[in-house]
């Protein structure tokens, strides 16, 4: 992916971020880049900033410093209706899921189909169901019965749900927090699968993870985090597990021979 | 679909036709989805209990007048209060306020003589003031519904007595506002209305069915569909035959089961519904898609006090009267009762207004056929409460195993 990214911008970029929460340097001088059709894991252990990073993106709170880029424009993102209006989907550890309600309703919620008017709109469940199958379809995800409530569902369908709910609208980046950490075996290789498919149709997908396994299974540079700075991004086929602990827990400070190989953009 | 899912031995296949329904009917109870089952079965058992043990007093024409009277004005108000019930909020005022409406309309036609028009217009606008200024408090300052309303409860009391003056009853004489229950439809006008009420009921759903056919989306067996309108077709007309060999259908009770068809379409096919389900479900999960949380929870209190306010309003036209005890008593127990009782879960996002409907003909039956016994009220009050009770312990157990079988 990544010679492939050479040459092109990347869909989403931040340049020299930083936030402070009162006496606390959260994140200093951040740089991060994410391109249509890879998959980067950001990865750091805890209080390395991820989640903020996250939150920023998905415009919660904005960033003291740095610049934001979309597609090489520069944007300001200040809330979430920015990061959604730019096409940045963020899909949370609590799925953010309604139990009560089904299959269809959940990946429509917030944006139902029919006739204008806003609220007083109709929905019309027959568009948004034909299309609500068709989008699992092509995920290859699993549920017996779209029209069944999201209660019924087993973890990794729920997961997939969420994940899918963030490819219905014009979504190009997708964030994923911890996607896997609550799963089975054999839920966390559908959920991945599932992560691969969306590079497959050309997403720009963040994966956040603790699981190193995962992290290796799918993604194509891996973005270390610690202490709110950025280590490095490596190109994820050539780092070792070992090395990548080492960089997150602070026992290695870089790569030798290697040092940020895979920053997209650094050298041509 | 089918294409989802061949590789999955967990999936359970919809086997086909009316054996295969069954079977996935029985599995939808055992998961806790179990929609209005209970509520039938219940409603079948009370209406044989009572037309033995009253010896066919029960279901005779008069009675049925006189049950559908009866439960017009409560089950308006339950109606707001399945809208409040499915936000998993409570609304203690639902009682009270129908009386405040009722009485502020009494004395804008009574004492101040204002046509009938301004003071049905008054009136409901001191629900929907009322919804508004609650909605408003438990959004803005994040206070549980519980003790807004229940504030509420004592302080709109205190504002009924004080617009009702020193003389503390009102009686109503002007025609058009009695006439709101006291107007009879009979023959061609009460088939007509019951024609457009099965059009909507038994009509709509079979062509939701051609809709979805047509589109290629699976669809349960036709023979459910039918069967199932068949069925309603079958009970509403039987109660119009029953209702039209007496006075007829009361003008109240088009007024309630048309407010039911309204709001159901609202819930049903309105975006606006769909959040108020959401918001129900998961309040969070609704935010983050974008629902505006507070502004759609202040909205249904407007609604639910709107309605309570209507429902006092047939209250007063069917007495005739507005007294210091309006909207108090049993009214709010009754309009929650009804509520939990249709099948609408305490605990939100669970429920249709149809539960209004059936709830109340459940609660106003037993009431009624207890009258007809000649039960004393320590009695009746006590089976009331169980019945209560036992609506909303079937709706926890299940919920319980919706979850255990959740995973």
């Known amino acids: 992916m990544t010679t492939a990214a050479q040459g092109r911008k990347p869909l989403l970029e931040l340049q020299g971020i930083s936030k402070r929460f009162g006496a606390v340097q959260a994140l200093s001088d951040i740089s991060f880049d994410v391109f249509e059709r890879e998959v980067v894991a950001l990865v750091g252990d805890n209080g390395a900033g991820k989640s903020t990073l996250v939150k920023l993106i998905s415009g919660i709170y904005p960033a003291d410093e740095g610049t934001f880029l979309w597609e090489g424009r520069p944007v300001t993102v200040k809330s979430p209706n920015d990061s959604t209006a730019l096409g940045i989907a963020t899909v949370y550890q609590d799925l953010a899921l309604c139990d009560n309600l089904d299959v269809v309703a959940n990946l429509y919620l917030g944006r139902e189909a029919g006739t204008p008017g806003g609220p007083l709109g109709l929905m019309n469940e027959v568009e948004m169901e034909t299309r609500a199958v068709e989008v699992l379809r092509q995920l290859s995800v699993k549920i017996p019965n779209v029209r069944i409530p999201i209660a019924s569902l087993s973890g990794g369908q729920r997961q997939s749900v969420a994940v899918a709910r963030s490819v219905m609208g014009k979504n190009r980046v997708v964030f994923l927090d911890e996607p896997t950490a609550a799963l089975g075996v054999a839920q966390t290789k559908e959920v991945l699968e599932l992560v691969k498919r969306l590079r497959e149709q050309g997403l720009g997908v963040v994966i956040i993870s603790h699981n190193m396994v995962d992290v290796f299974e799918v993604a194509d540079r891996i973005c270390v985090l610690r202490l709110g700075r950025r280590v490095g991004t490596y190109d994820a086929r050539k780092v070792s597990r070992e090395q990548l602990v080492g960089l997150m827990t602070g026992a290695l400070t870089g790569i030798a021979g290697a040092p940020g190989a895979a920053e997209a953009g650094a050298e041509p | 679909m089918s294409s989802t899912q061949e590789n999955d031995p967990r999936v359970i ?395």
């Open chain 2, 13 to 407: 296949r919809e086997q086909a036709g009316l054996r295969g329904f069954f079977a996935d009917y029985r599995r939808r109870i055992a998961q806790g989805d179990i929609g209005q089952l209970p509520v039938i079965v219940g409603l079948v058992a009370i209406a044989v209990i009572f037309q033995v043990s009253s010896k066919g007093v029960f279901l005779d024409s008069f009675n049925l007048v006189n049950l559908t009277l009866q439960m017009a004005a409560v089950g308006t108000i339950s109606i707001g209060v399945v809208l409040i019930l499915l936000l998993g909020e409570i609304d203690l005022t639902a009682g009270i306020v129908s009386g405040l409406c009722a009485a502020v309309m009494a004395v804008l036609s009574v004492n101040m003589q204002l046509p009938a028009p301004v003071a049905l217009l008054g009136g409901t606008l001191t629900g929907t003031a009322v919804g508004l200024f609650q909605g408003f408090w438990i959004t803005r300052f994040g206070i549980p519904s519980f003790v807004v309303t229940l504030a509420g409860l004592i302080g709109w009391q205190g504002l009924l007595l004080y617009v009702l003056g020193p003389r503390g009853t009102i009686n109503l004489n002007d025609k058009t506002i009695t006439g709101l229950a006291g107007t009879f439809f009979t023959g061609a006008t009460a088939y007509a209305l019951a024609a457009l009420f099965l059009a909507y009921v038994a009509g709509a759903p079979l062509l939701a069915y051609r809709k979805r056919q047509r589109a290629g989306l699976s669809v349960p067996p036709l023979m459910f569909v039918a069967i199932r309108a068949v069925i309603v077709t079958v009970l509403v007309l039987g109660a119009v035959v029953k209702l039209d060999s007496d006075r007829g259908i009361s003008s109240s009770v088009v007024i309630f089961v048309g407010l039911i068809v309204l709001m159901d379409w609202v819930l049903r096919r309105m975006r606006f519904g769909r959040m108020v389900y959401a918001i129900g479900g998961n309040a969070e999960a609704a935010r983050r898609a974008g629902i505006p949380v507070k502004t759609v929870r202040t909205i249904v209190f407007v609604l639910a006090s709107t309605l309570a306010g209507w429902g006092g309003i047939l209250s007063a036209s069917r007495g005739l009267a507005v007294n210091q005890s309006a909207g108090q008593g049993a009214v709010l127990l009754n309009a929650i009762a009804a509520a939990v009782v249709g099948g609408t879960s305490l605990f939100g996002g669970r429920g249709t207004v149809w539960a209004a409907l059936l709830g109340i003909i459940v609660i106003q039956s037993i009431s009624n056929g207890m009258d007809l016994l000649s039960l004393q009220p320590s009695i009746k009050f006590m089976i009331t409460g169980g019945v209560l009770l036992t609506a909303v312990t079937i709706d926890a157990v299940l919920r319980r195993g919706q979850r255990a079988s959740g995973r």
